[in-house]
């Protein structure tokens, strides 16, 4: 199972994921539609031109969905119970289609859950950077997370 078990999580611990994409103006578009999100800013290049950004720029949600989800093999996949909440979510600069995203996760919190004893809850603080080493976005997230099985050998 690729994801970690609530105790291999250690405060302090940083993980920068291997995984990296470069995003695409289908993307930006498929996600736009999909989601219902209509506005010009990502999807009309003649209306982008008269932004501060002067381009398209790709959807806030879909970058902050790519940066969980690059996040997902080495940290939850697999061993996490549930997602508790998303804080303090920003974007810092703006993502163009042609940029490729690279991310980093460090762990802010461990703790038992004081309600279910064979899981606990991590904190985590995400961050995606372009190809330039500029920080696009960020988050903190919170998971439930499944502590490994009685009888388990750690790996």
Request: glycine share 8%.
């Amino acid at each position: 199972m690729p994801g970690l078990w609530f105790e291999q999580f250690a405060e302090g611990m940083v993980i920068d994921h291997p995984i990296r994409r470069t995003v695409t103006e289908g993307d930006n578009v498929l996600f736009c539609a999909i989601t219902m999100n209509p506005a010009a800013l990502h999807l009309d290049a003649e209306a982008a031109k008269a932004t501060a950004f002067g381009r398209p720029i790709v959807n806030s949600l879909y970058t902050l969905g790519l940066m969980v989800g690059i996040s997902v093999y080495d940290t939850t996949l697999g061993t996490t119970v549930a997602n508790l909440g998303f804080e303090e979510v920003a974007f810092p600069a703006p993502l163009f289609h042609g940029d490729t995203v690279s991310v980093r996760t460090t762990v802010l919190a461990v703790r038992e859950s004081a309600s279910r004893p064979a899981e606990g809850i991590v904190t985590l603080l995400h961050e995606a950077f372009r190809q330039d080493g500029v920080v696009v976005a960020r988050c903190r997230r919170a998971a439930l997370m499944r502590k490994r099985p009685v009888g388990e050998a750690a790996a």
